[in-house]
């Protein structure tokens, strides 16, 4: 069975940073579809970023150039290194992950159907 456990979340103040990271078992990561999304109080679930191995990575157009999505297969835990935070990322961010998406296209949550539990990220202005 395959498990995701998200961890890394926390309160920091607006321009700083935080490395989330999700530990998959029971699945090797590098070899399926990984994705990061999140959801703020009162909004929908939005994509953040996906990986496919080392093939490529997809950004949602307002996280480029502050989020990086990475994975060390060695410990099969995929990451997600954010930077330059805003108040405007306070939300529960979530790993998830599917057998069947190619990671083609855009981040939606609809194709993916592994989840973790979720981690609280919340920034203070």
């Known amino acids: 069975q395959v498990q995701l456990v998200e961890s890394g979340g926390g309160s920091v103040q607006a321009g700083g940073s935080l490395r989330l990271s999700c530990a998959v078992s029971g699945y090797r990561a590098d070899r399926y579809c990984m994705a990061w999304f999140r959801q703020a109080p009162g909004k929908e679930r939005e994509g953040v970023a996906m990986?496919?191995?080392?093939?490529?990575?997809t950004y949602a157009d307002s996280m480029k150039g502050r989020f990086t999505i990475s994975q060390d297969n060695a410990k099969n835990t995929l990451y997600l290194q954010m930077n330059n935070l805003k108040p405007e990322d306070t939300a529960i961010y979530y790993c998830?992950?599917?057998?069947?998406?190619?990671?083609?296209?855009?981040?939606?949550?609809?194709?993916?159907?592994?989840w973790g539990q979720g981690t609280q990220v919340t920034v203070s202005s």
């Open positions: 998830a992950t599917d057998r069947s998406y190619e990671c083609s296209g855009i981040i939606v949550d609809a194709a993916f159907g592994i």
């Open positions: 990986i496919l191995s080392d093939i490529s990575t």
